[in-house]
């Protein structure tokens, strides 16, 4: 008598190796999804910086108290004049708070109008807004605010138009 064949479980080769080519497409979405998500998220500070330049313009403008970002290694911060002529960090409204930039963003540089590339890591707001180009190295390219007298800034975003 011959014994009935037995077959034996587990997978095949061939199955195996549909699960590795399916896991390793999951894992390339995932990636490209994250990297979407960082460049929106450089867009987005890009855009509050923009504004809150523009904020910062019309409150010392407003104020008749000088506002001056400071421009740090990973983000940036604002101080505002005190009366005793003692610059001060600037923490209300919250809008003020210092922030830090987002992964893939750095400074390339500041050009005030008339002076040149400053050497000085601080843009200061007085009564009228001076006229400057600020550079963000970002992972697609330069972005430049190009603030002007009226306390307007420009946004342009490597390889869109102005904003």
């Known amino acids: 008598m011959t014994s009935p064949r037995r077959r034996i479980a587990g997978f095949t080769l061939i199955e195996v190796m549909v699960v590795l080519v399916i896991m390793g497409l999951v894992a390339t979405g995932i990636t490209v999804g994250l990297d979407s998500l960082r460049g929106r ?23 008749g108290r000088p506002i001056a970002v400071e421009f740090l290694p990973d983000g940036y911060r604002f101080s505002a004049l005190d009366p005793d002529d003692n610059w001060r960090p600037l923490i209300d409204p919250p809008v003020f708070a210092e922030r830090t930039l987002p992964a893939g963003l750095a400074w390339a540089g500041l050009r005030l109008d008339g002076q ?3 050497t000085s890591p601080r843009l200061q707001f007085g ?37």
């Open 41 to 63: 998220d450089a867009e987005q500070a890009l855009k509050r910086l923009r504004l809150v330049l523009e904020a910062s313009a019309d409150r010392a403008s407003v104020r």
């Open 116 to 118: 040149g590339e400053a």
């Open 127 to 163: 009564s009228q807004a001076p006229e400057y180009e600020l550079r963000v190295a970002t992972p697609v390219g330069e972005a430049r605010l190009t603030g002007r007298a009226s306390g307007e800034v420009i946004l342009e975003l490597p390889g869109r138009q102005r904003s």
